[in-house]
């Protein structure tokens, strides 16, 4: 089933779209050589913006949840993605131990949960669950809306220290889908002898956004050259600010200098391509962290000086209580997709190398410039699955289904390429790696 | 769409099927390990048979024609395949020369040559078509049924001898979609410096179906002893005879002899069984050859000694006016499938060691233990695409589509296994391989 969509069909994008359908050996050649000398993460989801006049990747996140919304049309893609993943890390491998987010009962995420846990079963492997929380002492059921249970049990460190695992359980490769928010955990420290995917320094403990898309300024350049396209098309402008405190008022100027400057920039931009009534906004967020908090659409600098005290609170505070310090800025693209009138984002969802699917996030109370990843937000599974479905070369720009998905899995691969980049570049024990 | 399908559902297939989803960690693992020690075919698809009480494959064709009947569904997992495909070969190709049967203007060929040409282009590889007909001495255009025209062009050797291509184009890679029942031309002889996939032994003019059924003994046995099944639940049973001549009357004893000790072992098995009601019949097929020619169902040995003229003729030739000399006799294995009263098989499609779609093969005309590769055959595209679809363990076994198909993917794979070993023993040149 793909949903009625409504895109905008005019200006710069379509002529994308051409550029890339047209270019389709070359750019999947540049992918190959690229993942000879880079190493894609082991999973990934990138949220995408189309404003009809460009389309970037506006989030990168390396511990996806959500593989529950993906239709069951796509799993055997998602399977077969696996397959090449876990091959390439550990070929021989029996086990493998999933980590998943602590502390949530949420039955999304734990449909989440259980689905990895299916993929991976598929791939020929046992899997088990470990709980980073202290509180689970002993296997914990945790009920799935469909009746049946998982089981998260205790992490066990092996007699020798080396290894981690379970009490009876001793896996190949262990699996993080925490994001590891709360701090790098001490009993995943010092894993050498094991896979531990992602790395630990994937984890919003050590990432910053702003690494990610200095890396994807990179990629972006490199692509554009490729297709020679203005590197602006898929890549929104950002800039970053240390040391803000919220609570405290502090880095207010440094932030309100930051939103003016990118403004400017992006007005800038906006002129170059006749954009006469398009207005320029910008959307602040935590250079670490995710699950959507603390983001706010900016459309004047005045609007970060002149903040009350609940929006500094909303602001100061993230996922497992982290104060936010550090601050990206990042040009806002609107987006111009909907889905039954309610605003709409895609998200491509990869393994490995490979795009397996995607969904719309769509929230019917948000509007174009807004977060859409917020309470009450639904997830429409789309026909990814089309995305390779032999884009046609004739059919009018803008017009054909598996045309846009196949450039939108394009563009999100730009975005896992430049992850591969920020995990090397932000290694801190390269001669692991 | 998943037609409508009829299957026997007794006996000991359900067994098999509880058997094979209970076991997939294993056999998955299984299958993981031994593409380690071997190295799968480029592409193959398996003829399978569900009799009910048995599922087995009767045919593995290393050049396999009908992508375009896949359902455009399962194209996305088709180009990943190939991705890690030409991965593994030639990482850094950037062509790749598509060898085509010869002679054929048959539309539903060319559109099956097309597709493979969209596949490839989507792994990022131009694709263009040498042609090995002689009578191929300039650029040549072929009519597709939807207007477009595919260009067939002559082979070229390169100067220094060394390398196979057009006159502009150099390929990297060279797939063979002609399965040289011919003889081995000699312009592809001595090709070292590209991959030529298949390698040449690969076809018909060395290949013996006998090597296959013999290789996928072994692995049969394997698989039993890994899942604790019969190893003849999914192996026919089966046999030769070399220095036949149909037209001369030559063989024709040893060919009775065979046929009386294949039914009476069959007898054995299905008493074994407790299958009163079965009565036992082979299928006589030339050892060496395809496209369904020289193919007789015998259920007396007295059958074979008493062939007319009529039906010796068309014994004695096949493919390409090949005459046949070494014949192999095979346990037949009816189809207890369906579709609309007509009589079906599942065919199996794989691109490396990855199930990537597949379709039922059914015949009106034809009964359940005929040869259903014949004309007046229809294609319907099965959702294989489901086949790795969380095969749901709760489900009664033989109720669901996504468990059968699973089933029938590791079966064809089993298979594509005994290719592999069948072409590493047959190499005439093992260090090159």
Redesign the interface.
């Given at each position: 089933m793909v949903p009625h969509l409504a895109t905008a069909v005019t200006g710069p994008l379509l002529d994308l779209e051409k550029k890339i359908l047209e270019a389709?050996?070359?750019?999947?050649?540049?992918?190959?050589?690229e993942?000879?000398e880079h190493t894609p993460p082991f999973y990934c989801s990138v949220d995408l913006r189309n404003a009809g006049y460009k389309l970037a990747p506006v989030d990168t996140n390396l511990f996806p949840g959500g593989f529950n919304n993906l239709s069951?049309?796509m799993?055997?893609?998602t399977?077969?993605?696996a397959?090449?993943a876990?091959?390439k890390y550990c070929?021989?491998?029996?086990n493998l131990l999933l980590i998943p987010e602590s502390h949530t009962r949420n039955p999304y995420y734990l449909q989440n949960v259980q689905r990895l846990m299916?993929?991976f079963?598929?791939?020929?492997?046992?899997v088990r669950l470990g709980s980073l929380s202290p509180e689970v002492t002993e296997p914990t059921p945790l009920a799935l809306p469909d009746g049946n249970m998982l089981v998260v049990e205790p992490l066990v460190r092996s007699p020798n220290g080396r290894r981690v695992g379970l009490a009876d359980f001793d896996p190949c490769t262990i699996l993080l889908n925490n994001d590891l928010s709360a701090g790098i955990p001490s009993i995943l420290e010092n894993v050498h002898e094991q896979s531990l995917l992602p790395p630990l320094h994937a984890g919003w403990a050590v990432r910053r956004k702003s690494n990610h898309f200095k890396a994807f300024d990179e990629v972006a350049k490199k692509f554009g050259k490729l297709i020679d396209i203005d590197p602006w098309l898929v890549n929104p402008l950002h800039s970053k600010c240390g040391e803000v405190n919220f609570q405290e008022d502090v880095g207010m100027e440094c932030l309100a200098d930051n939103v003016s400057a990118l403004l400017s920039k992006i007005k800038k931009k906006y002129k170059e391509y006749g954009m006469k009534d398009q207005k320029p906004f910008v959307i602040v967020k935590p250079d670490a962290g995710t699950y959507g908090m603390g983001i706010m659409t900016v459309k004047d600098a005045s609007e970060v000086k002149d903040l009350n005290r609940k929006q500094r609170n909303k602001m100061s505070v993230i996922k497992d209580g982290v104060t936010v310090t550090d601050v990206m800025i990042q040009e806002g693209v609107p987006t111009f997709e909907s889905i039954n009138d309610a605003v709409a984002e895609p998200v491509v969802y990869m393994i490995d190398r490979?795009v397996v699917g995607g969904f719309y996030r769509v929230h019917a109370e948000r509007g174009v410039d807004q977060n859409l990843n917020a309470p009450g937000s639904q997830y429409v599974p789309l026909a990814f699955?089309?995305?390779?479905?032999?884009?046609d070369l004739k059919a009018k720009p803008g017009t054909a289904a598996p045309n846009r998905f196949y450039v939108y899995g394009v563009v999100a691969r730009l975005a896992l390429l430049a992850a591969s980049l920020e995990l090397e570049r932000t290694d801190p024990d390269p001669e692991i790696y």
């Open positions: 389709t050996p070359a750019i999947e050649r540049w992918f190959r050589l993942w000879q069951t049309e799993l055997p893609l399977v077969q993605a397959m090449a876990i091959d070929p021989d491998a029996r299916q993929i079963r598929q791939t020929g492997l046992h490979y699955a089309q995305q390779h479905a032999v884009p």
